[in-house]
């Protein structure tokens, strides 16, 4: 019997027991009755809300050492990370909805209310709340399905909300020291003061520095890679302005600047496959590097990097305000409003690649051979496959973010019905350019020296002209701005028809609006040329015949504005919510819903041919029930059964230019509404406190995805064939059949005097899963992960204000790739992003004041 049948067969036989007995339910209190969400929009207990949620405690959070939103996934059913360009850009994925390129996320990050500052840079980013948001939390809530009726930013597969805790009444804080393997040191204090009896300040820091895991041999730009370095700084401040006026502000800063990440390069063979294209090229020079890697004895953790300069940068800052008028006993009106800022600088290599070229490589755009690393370029350096640099403008990404939101809350008819209104407003403006310089399959450093070096040649068999060198590198100065205007109106009631029956209502009508400027440009040794303003076969005025091709026609240019091309989309759609609750006692709950959800679309103006994509839509049917039960085994128990139909989805293809194009035509990611696809599933959040001192938490998941019907569009003259990544049949990306989370904290029988001690280890499987299509990459399938983490706390240390800690993050030291960089017909080679390794430190705890 698999896994999943023998965790149903036992979920099953639990629940009916506990509908078949009810005394059982009843006798006695809750251990989830301490746990207060606010999953919709207002405090319940958690096991009153209809909706799969995961909540994590503040104390949780540091006994697993989650430092970050990317941390999460090891952590949360259904929630995987999509660590493609490294953990700072991650990006989430829940319930099998993956965010494609350079789109807008399907998980919903939140931070006291507020939806995480817009990221739309060249590269995906999550749109996460940023480092240094993960301290001096109430608690982290993993909402699970769409949250489209009261939440800001509509979503497929979730959110995550971040609460912080609130200032208090009391003199108190703390501060704490953490050491750790990798040279880690980390910094965090909170110093909470009341000013009286209607004004109470909150101000914390959060400092945090490590040396990277990911070590590097090339001798090239940083020694290690994945390395932390940030300093995170907040104060909130709370004003009861009357007694039925509150008012919060929370100021919050960030900067994180890093090596980055850089892939490692695992393999260039493929069972079954032979090299094409490029990699037929390439594959000796990625050869080369493997071998030299496996004479070094290198592990998973070691790589050669090739970019001198490599670097993330991103610095972040927020304001918040709530205002909260209690006008009577049954009307509240909310106010909440928001600016942020975000900056990114970036400066990676894309696939970890460090080739030293082979004599009688191909040509290079001097015609010569491309014999020795140093040929045509800086000494030490060889052909590069794909670099990305800062541009011409300062940062890669530059976005500021308004928000404002009016919330109306109120009840009438005795109490029987409950009810919340409001209207939500969200507008982006680009700061600056997002600007950045992608060189594919060059010798150059950067942007500045690309008048002077070259792209690289290949030799094509072209009809009637036999084999020819055609450029297949490229050069492109990208330049591009984005608006956003985001604006909703939603309404939600629930009625109660009896004492334990109740039914919910919503609805919202959202209109989302998004406008790009592109400036770009592709640079070449015959000059510039704007890559947005190609003509096929024909010559308009003012453009000329493309040095790298002599059917395309160009327009070259040193203006740069010449090259300004405006797109803009729009979209509005409703979205709704009706949810039955049966409540046959306190400790239970059993809840029917059905729920439209709905995405945003996109501009990504490189993709030529495929720049804008449409909004998805998906109609989710869940049942579920949350049990609470008490006596000599007293905790938790809930479980929800899902059923996702997903229509116009958002896919990423991966377009094989044509040999009379390459070097004109860039290459990219292009993402098509092109797929049908179902998710179902089943989820399981539990606790038991088996005997006193106890506590097992288990959360499993079951999920099962499926590409229904794939309808690709017909190419444009300039690519051969258009290659999905995912194919119909197969799963959705990032989405494991099986996720099981086990932990065990076990309290010692030791007297008060001597503190509070508990030992605790948490075990997370997941099942392998595919990453992209089968085609594209050996490394397609991720491994499974078993990951063991194990932690020692011993809080009030021999009954004083002392708190110790002892943690170990993946004690088996599981190596795994969590994301493939799926290169191997370009460049003979593939590898991908790789997980932490064992992680360890100590902590100590000083706490003052009331």
């Known amino acids: 019997m698999g896994i999943q049948r023998k965790v149903l067969l036992a979920s099953t036989v639990l629940a009916g027991m506990m509908v078949a007995d009810p005394s059982l339910a009843q006798t006695a209190g809750n251990d989830a009755g301490d746990i207060v969400v606010t999953a919709r929009r207002v405090e319940e207990r958690l096991q009153d809300v209809p909706i799969s949620i995961t909540v994590l405690k503040q104390e949780q959070l540091s006994q697993r050492n989650i430092v970050s939103t990317a941390d999460l996934g090891g952590f949360v059913p259904s929630l995987s990370v999509n660590q493609q360009f490294g953990p700072e850009k991650a990006s989430f994925v829940l319930r099998g909805f993956t965010q494609a390129y350079h789109t807008a996320p399907t998980v919903g990050v939140y931070f006291a209310d507020v939806v995480a500052p817009r990221a739309l840079g060249p590269t995906t980013s999550g749109n996460g709340?940023?480092?240094?948001?993960?301290?001096?939390?109430?608690?982290?809530?993993?909402?699970?399905?769409?949250?489209g009726t009261l939440f800001g930013r509509n979503t497929t597969g979730g959110a995550i909300l971040l609460v912080p805790h609130r200032p208090t009444d009391k003199l108190e804080g703390y501060v704490e020291g953490t050491v750790g393997n990798y040279d880690e040191r980390r910094l965090q204090a909170v110093l909470?003061?009341?000013?009286?009896?209607?004004?109470?300040?909150?101000?914390?820091?959060?400092?945090?520095?490590?040396?990277?895991?990911?070590k590097n041999h090339s001798?090239?730009?940083?020694?290690?890679?994945?390395?932390?370095?940030?300093?995170?700084?907040?104060?909130?401040?709370?004003?009861?302005?009357?007694?039925?006026?509150?008012?919060?502000?929370?100021?919050?800063?960030?900067?994180?600047?890093?090596h980055g990440s850089v892939p490692k390069l695992a393999t260039c063979t493929w069972a079954g496959h032979s090299y094409t294209g490029l990699g037929a090229l390439l594959g000796p020079a990625a050869c080369a590097q493997v071998a030299r890697q496996d004479a070094r004895g290198d592990g998973l953790w070691d790589v050669e990097n090739n970019n001198p300069n490599a670097r993330e940068l991103i610095e972040?800052?927020?304001?918040?305000?709530?205002?909260?008028?209690?006008?009577?006993?049954?009307?509240?009106?909310?106010?909440?409003?928001?600016?942020?800022?975000?900056?990114?600088?970036?400066?990676?290599?894309?696939?970890?690649?460090?080739?030293?070229?082979?004599?009688?490589?191909?040509?290079?755009?001097?015609?010569?051979?491309?014999?020795?690393?140093?040929?045509?370029?800086?000494?030490?350096?060889?052909?590069?496959?794909?670099?990305?640099?800062?541009?011409?403008?300062?940062?890669?990404?530059?976005?500021?973010?308004f928000t404002e939101e009016l919330q109306f809350q109120g009840s009438a008819l005795g109490g029987a019905l409950n009810w919340q209104a409001g209207a939500y407003l969200e507008i982006s403006h680009p700061l600056d350019w997002n600007s950045q310089d992608v060189e594919i399959f060059t010798n150059c450093s950067n942007v500045q020296q690309a008048s002077t070096c070259n792209p690289l040649y290949a030799p094509f068999n072209i009809p009637g002209l036999g084999f020819v060198p055609v450029p297949v590198g490229s050069i492109s100065d990208a330049n591009t701005k984005d608006w956003f205007n985001d604006k909703g109106f939603y309404a939600q009631a629930t009625y109660k028809l009896t004492d334990k029956f109740s039914v919910?209502?919503?609805?919202?009508?959202?209109i989302d609006k998004m406008r790009d400027l592109a400036e770009l440009m592709n640079i070449t040794p015959a000059g510039k040329y704007c890559q947005d303003i190609l003509h096929f076969n024909t010559a308009p005025a003012g453009f000329t015949v493309n040095a790298a091709n002599a059917s395309t026609y160009a327009l070259y240019t040193n203006d740069p504005t010449r090259c300004d091309v405006t797109r803009s989309i729009e979209s509005k759609r409703p979205t709704w919510l009706i949810d039955f609750d049966y409540k046959p006692n306190q400790d239970m709950m059993i809840y029917l819903k059905w729920a439209r959800g709905y995405r945003?679309?996109?501009?990504?103006?490189?993709?030529?041919?495929?720049?804008?994509?449409?909004?998805?839509?998906?109609?989710?049917?869940?049942?579920?029930?949350?049990?609470?039960?008490?006596?000599?085994?007293?905790?938790?128990?809930?479980?929800?059964?899902?059923?996702?139909?997903?229509?116009n989805q958002q896919i990423t293809i991966n377009p094989?230019?044509?040999?009379?194009y390459q070097g004109v035509i860039p290459n990219a990611a292009p993402n098509i509404n092109a797929g049908h696809s179902r998710i179902w599933g089943v989820e399981i959040d539990s606790s038991f406190r088996l005997f006193p001192g106890f506590t097992l938490d288990v959360g499993y998941t079951y999920l099962n995805t499926r590409v229904l019907d794939i309808t690709l569009p017909t190419p444009p003259v300039f690519y051969d064939s258009l290659n999905p990544t995912a194919g119909r049949g197969e799963p959705l990306a990032l989405s494991p059949k099986n996720t099981v989370i086990v932990t065990g904290t076990y309290v010692l029988p030791l007297p008060t005097s001597v503190g509070k001690v508990s030992v605790g280890a948490t075990f997370s499987h997941a099942d392998a899963n595919q990453a992209e299509e089968a085609t594209t990459s050996p490394l397609y399938m991720i491994s499974a992960m078993n990951q063991l983490n194990f932690n020692v706390d011993w809080h009030g240390a021999f009954g004083g204000p002392i708190d110790l800690a002892f943690y170990m993050t993946n004690?088996?030291?599981?190596?795994?790739?969590?994301?493939?960089?799926?290169?191997?017909?370009?460049?003979?080679?593939?590898g991908g992003q790789v997980n932490q390794p064992r992680m360890f430190g100590f902590r100590l705890k000083y706490r003052f004041g009331q």
């Open 600 to 647: 945003m679309g996109s501009i990504t103006s490189n993709s030529i041919g495929f720049e804008t994509v449409g909004p998805e839509k998906l109609d989710l049917y869940e049942l579920g029930a949350k049990t609470s039960f008490h006596g000599p085994v007293s905790g938790y128990f809930n479980i929800a059964g899902f059923y996702n139909d997903f229509h």
């Open 129 to 147: 709340a940023g480092v240094g948001s993960m301290f001096d939390l109430e608690n982290v809530q993993v909402l699970k399905g769409p949250q």
């Open 316 to 401: 972040q800052w927020s304001v918040i305000n709530t205002t909260s008028w209690q006008v009577s006993d049954s009307l509240k009106i909310k106010n909440i409003l928001s600016y942020s800022e975000y900056r990114e600088r970036a400066d990676f290599s894309l696939w970890g690649d460090n080739f030293s070229t082979y004599p009688f490589f191909p040509y290079t755009g001097s015609g010569g051979p491309f014999s020795t690393p140093a040929a045509n370029g800086p000494v030490g350096t060889g052909l590069k496959t794909i670099q990305l640099h800062p541009g011409r403008y300062p940062y890669t990404t530059a976005q500021n973010s």
């Open 219 to 258: 001798g090239i730009g940083p020694s290690d890679f994945n390395n932390t370095n940030y300093i995170a700084a907040r104060l909130s401040v709370l004003a009861n302005i009357t007694a039925d006026i509150e008012n919060t502000t929370i100021g919050s800063y960030s900067r994180s600047d890093t």
């Open 192 to 214: 909470n003061i009341p000013l009286g009896d209607t004004l109470k300040v909150r101000a914390g820091v959060d400092w945090n520095k490590a040396d990277g895991y990911v």
């Open 656 to 660: 094989v230019v044509n040999a009379l």
């Open 504 to 510: 919910t209502g919503g609805i919202r009508y959202t």
């Open 811 to 830: 004690v088996t030291n599981q190596g795994r790739i969590l994301f493939p960089s799926s290169s191997f017909q370009t460049t003979g080679a593939d």
